[in-house]
């Protein structure tokens, strides 16, 4: 296998690319600026990957790449050049489109040419896009891209210099007699598998408009559409066509056929029922919009006046894509399968700027929910977290479990785990994880905190063989005690999500977990804890699932008395401050009857949260031998 130079390989593209070519036996020299953000780029990487990845610390600004010597020399013996190494920005202005994507290319051909010069390049490929007008046929222009001042000048900066790079591309390596593969990605949303869309641009702009509430029509007819593709599946085609090629082609459209894709309408259709919205109903043309955006509109939105420039009505070539996933085994795209994964992803992006994958945990999908899994020895750990957080709250507890593994899970419509769409609330949350539960391979210890203890005993009592033993941290084990207002607007469900989105600040929400003693002090809440909880309830459907739950919980909830018949070992570990749920003498009669063990700790309710340590001594029993 051959040695890859590749730029872009720390980007949402790059990333998955340098995967694939690595696991196909290339080693890769990867163009970096900085060493930190290449090291953290490999940290999930197998021993095995990352010895066939050479970080080399450059820049496309400079010339010569900015390359040392000895650097220059290690990229002369490449055999292959991927150039992925242009922002997805579309706010790029001129200058800087101009400097990094045009005359970023010019740079990179020239150290092309010189490897060519010295033992002839394999193929140069270059990434593109696939609304670039470049083709084949008139690419042949021997007009010098840097005076063709009228070229495509109402675009913007981003897609300008992004073609006028393409066609510069085609005629140096004509002339130069290098083989050129040209890749016209669409749109890229995340893997299959997650469906986590690291890049908010594209896609992202139209889940984020719609979940504003700023798309108040309908755009566009059947006859436009929005070209998408998976991260994971233009990975595998672009690291199959870093093999020798016999085809003549030298486009692809890397695209699905546009009957894999719904119609404009129906796409956003399907967007605002994963963000729980109502779907806007009045259609607009799309020419439209456009001119409304041109014309101010923009700022009514919150659009860029070129983001609509993705959406179209064109049909693309395709074959030699179609070839390429067929030689791969790649099926067709399924939208209603996979896309409510990269809808709830970029959700989560845009509603926590904290949002992140930590180190030592992949993100994978169990079942249907979102999860961060940590590889360990013995039996694993599963975590299903309360209301007003998510997977990320529970990692420092996870932590403390260095050497077990450990699987967290976003619920249902939180986080970045899609809603389950049940005809019944809770049956579709027990349900979900069930099916997640029955996946892993082995026994579990469950631990469930708040709401997600009651979820994770109803997932015990249907499959006691699963769990090895079962730890509720603060279950709800009676009806809250809220104050009235609280309750009244827990009786219509409307009301409690209205007071959500509208008294959902920080402030707001500080005063409330004190007076109902998620917390003990201001002190006890963690950083940024507070401002992410506010981000997420700006989502309406993150703001929608907390309101059916605790609607249920104040209105429909009997407790958990059915507790006693679990076949399961329980341990239950209660926070004495609580202020919303209180441990009784009766109820600690019928836990001790019931052969529960008990736990009781002078903390707060979130104390899974603020004291992850003890938490975790509990669970390990370390406090009570």
Same mark, same amino acid.
């Given at each position: 296998?051959?040695?890859?130079?590749?730029?872009?390989?720390?980007?949402?593209?790059?990333?998955?690319?340098?995967?694939?070519?690595?696991?196909?036996?290339?080693?890769?020299?990867?163009?970096?600026?900085?060493?930190?953000?290449?090291?953290?780029?490999?940290?999930?990487?197998?021993?095995?990957?990352?010895?066939?990845?050479?970080?080399?610390?450059?820049?496309?600004?400079?010339?010569?790449?900015?390359?040392?010597?000895?650097?220059?020399?290690?990229?002369?013996?490449?055999?292959?050049?991927?150039?992925?190494?242009?922002?997805?920005?579309?706010?790029?202005?001129?200058?800087?489109?101009?400097?990094?994507?045009?005359?970023?290319?010019?740079?990179?051909?020239?150290?092309?040419?010189?490897?060519?010069?010295?033992?002839?390049?394999?193929?140069?490929?270059?990434?593109?896009?696939?609304?670039?007008?470049?083709?084949?046929?008139?690419?042949?222009?021997?007009?010098?891209?840097?005076?063709?001042?009228?070229?495509?000048?109402?675009?913007?900066?981003?897609?300008?210099?992004?073609?006028?790079?393409?066609?510069?591309?085609?005629?140096?390596?004509?002339?130069?007699?290098?083989?050129?593969?040209?890749?016209?990605?669409?749109?890229?949303?995340?893997?299959?598998?997650?469906?986590?869309?690291?890049? *908010?641009?594209?896609? $992202?702009?139209? @889940?984020?408009? #719609?979940?504003?509430?700023? !798309?108040?029509? /309908?755009?566009?007819?059947?006859?436009?559409?929005?070209?998408?593709?998976?991260?994971?599946?233009?990975?595998?085609?672009?690291?199959?066509?870093?093999?020798?090629?016999?085809?003549?082609?030298?486009?692809?459209?890397?695209?699905?056929?546009?009957?894999?894709?719904?119609?404009?309408?129906?796409?956003?259709?399907?967007?605002?029922?994963?963000?729980?919205?109502?779907?806007?109903?009045?259609?607009?043309?799309?020419?439209?919009?456009?001119?409304? *955006?041109?014309?101010? $509109?923009?700022? @009514?939105?919150? #659009?860029?006046?070129?983001? !609509?420039?993705? /959406?179209?009505?064109?049909?693309?070539?395709?074959?030699?894509?179609?070839?390429?996933?067929?030689?791969?085994?790649?099926?067709?795209?399924?939208?209603?399968?996979?896309?409510?994964?990269?809808?709830?992803?970029?959700?989560?992006?845009?509603?926590?700027?904290?949002?992140?994958?930590?180190?030592?945990?992949?993100?994978?999908?169990?079942?249907?929910?979102?999860?961060?899994?940590?590889?360990?020895?013995?039996?694993?750990?599963?975590?299903?977290?309360?209301?007003?957080?998510?997977?990320?709250?529970?990692?420092?507890?996870?932590?403390?479990?260095?050497?077990?593994?450990?699987?967290l899970f976003d619920l249902p419509g939180f986080g970045r785990s899609p809603y389950h769409h049940h005809v019944h609330v809770l049956e579709g949350y027990v349900d979900t994880v069930l099916e997640a539960i029955k996946e892993l391979p082995s026994t579990v210890y469950l631990v469930g905190h708040s709401l997600g203890a009651y979820i994770a005993s109803k997932v015990a009592e249907r499959?006691?063989?699963?769990?090895?033993?079962?730890?509720?941290?603060?279950?709800?084990?009676?009806?809250?005690?809220?104050?009235?207002?609280?309750?009244?607007?827990?009786?219509?469900?409307?009301?409690?999500?209205?007071?959500?989105?509208?008294?959902?600040?920080?402030?707001?929400?500080?005063?409330?977990?004190?007076?109902?003693?998620?917390?003990?002090?201001?002190?006890?809440?963690?950083?940024?804890?507070?401002?992410?909880?506010?981000?997420?309830?700006?989502?309406?459907?993150?703001?929608?699932?907390?309101?059916?739950?605790?609607?249920?919980?104040?209105?429909?909830?009997?407790?958990?008395?059915?507790?006693?018949?679990?076949?399961?070992?329980?341990?239950?570990?209660?926070?004495?401050?609580?202020?919303?749920?209180?441990?009784?003498?009766?109820?600690?009669?019928?836990?001790?009857?019931?052969?529960?063990?008990?736990?009781?700790?002078?903390?707060?309710?979130?104390?899974?949260?603020?004291?992850?340590?003890?938490?975790?001594?509990?669970?390990?029993?370390?406090?009570?031998?």
């Open positions: 296998m051959g040695i890859i130079f590749v730029t872009g390989a720390t980007g949402f593209i790059g990333k998955e690319m340098v995967r694939e070519l690595v696991k196909n036996g290339h080693t890769v020299l990867a163009l970096i600026r900085s060493q930190v953000k290449w090291q953290n780029m490999l940290h999930n990487f197998s021993e095995h990957e990352k010895k066939s990845c050479i970080g080399i610390v450059g820049d496309l600004r400079r010339e010569d790449l900015g390359l040392s010597s000895k650097s220059y020399d290690q990229v002369m013996s490449a055999d292959v050049i991927i150039h992925a190494g242009v922002p997805m920005n579309i706010l790029l202005d001129e200058e800087t489109a101009m400097d990094v994507i045009l005359h970023g290319s010019r740079r990179l051909l020239k150290v092309a040419k010189e490897i060519h010069r010295r033992k002839k390049l394999e193929t140069f490929i270059h990434l593109v896009g696939y609304m670039s007008p470049i083709t084949d046929q008139n690419a042949k222009t021997t007009e010098d891209v840097f005076t063709m001042s009228d070229f495509m000048r109402g675009v913007g900066g981003y897609e300008r210099y992004k073609f006028l790079a393409d066609l510069l591309v085609r005629q140096e390596t004509a002339r130069e007699g290098i083989p050129l593969t040209v890749i016209n990605p669409s749109v890229v949303i995340g893997p299959r598998d997650t469906g986590s869309t690291q890049q *908010l641009e594209g896609f $992202g702009m139209l @889940v984020d408009t #719609l979940r504003r509430g700023k !798309m108040p029509v /309908l755009l566009g007819g059947k006859e436009w559409w929005l070209p998408l593709i998976p991260l994971d599946d233009l990975a595998k085609v672009i690291a199959g066509l870093a093999q020798p090629q016999e085809s003549q082609v030298q486009t692809h459209f890397a695209l699905f056929d546009r009957n894999v894709i719904p119609p404009l309408p129906q796409l956003i259709q399907l967007i605002a029922k994963e963000l729980r919205i109502p779907a806007p109903t009045i259609p607009v043309s799309v020419p439209i919009i456009k001119k409304m *955006l041109r014309w101010g $509109g923009s700022r @009514v939105m919150g #659009l860029p006046a070129n983001s !609509m420039d993705f /959406l179209t009505t064109k049909e693309f070539p395709v074959q030699s894509f179609q070839a390429s996933i067929d030689r791969l085994g790649i099926e067709q795209y399924d939208v209603t399968r996979y896309l409510p994964r990269v809808i709830a992803d970029l959700d989560y992006r845009l509603s926590n700027e904290h949002s992140s994958n930590p180190h030592n945990y992949t993100r994978e999908l169990t079942g249907n929910l979102a999860s961060f899994k940590k590889e360990g020895t013995g039996k694993p750990w599963v975590f299903l977290h309360g209301l007003f957080s998510d997977m990320d709250d529970i990692l420092p507890l996870a932590s403390q479990l260095k050497e077990e593994p450990v699987i499959v006691p063989n699963k769990v090895e033993k079962l730890y509720l941290m603060q279950p709800p084990l009676h009806r809250p005690r809220y104050p009235a207002a609280i309750n009244l607007a827990g009786k219509v469900q409307s009301l409690l999500t209205t007071s959500l989105k509208y008294r959902g600040t920080p402030k707001q929400l500080s005063k409330m977990f004190l007076n109902q003693g998620v917390f003990g002090s201001v002190e006890e809440i963690p950083e940024n804890y507070l401002q992410k909880v506010a981000g997420t309830l700006r989502s309406p459907r993150i703001r929608q699932s907390h309101a059916e739950l605790l609607s249920f919980l104040m209105r429909d909830f009997t407790g958990m008395s059915f507790l006693r018949s679990l076949k399961v070992p329980i341990r239950v570990i209660w926070g004495t401050r609580d202020q919303a749920y209180q441990l009784s003498e009766e109820m600690e009669t019928e836990l001790m009857q019931a052969k529960i063990e008990l736990v009781k700790l002078d903390l707060a309710h979130n104390f899974p949260i603020t004291h992850p340590q003890i938490a975790a001594d509990l669970l390990r029993d370390r406090f009570l031998k």
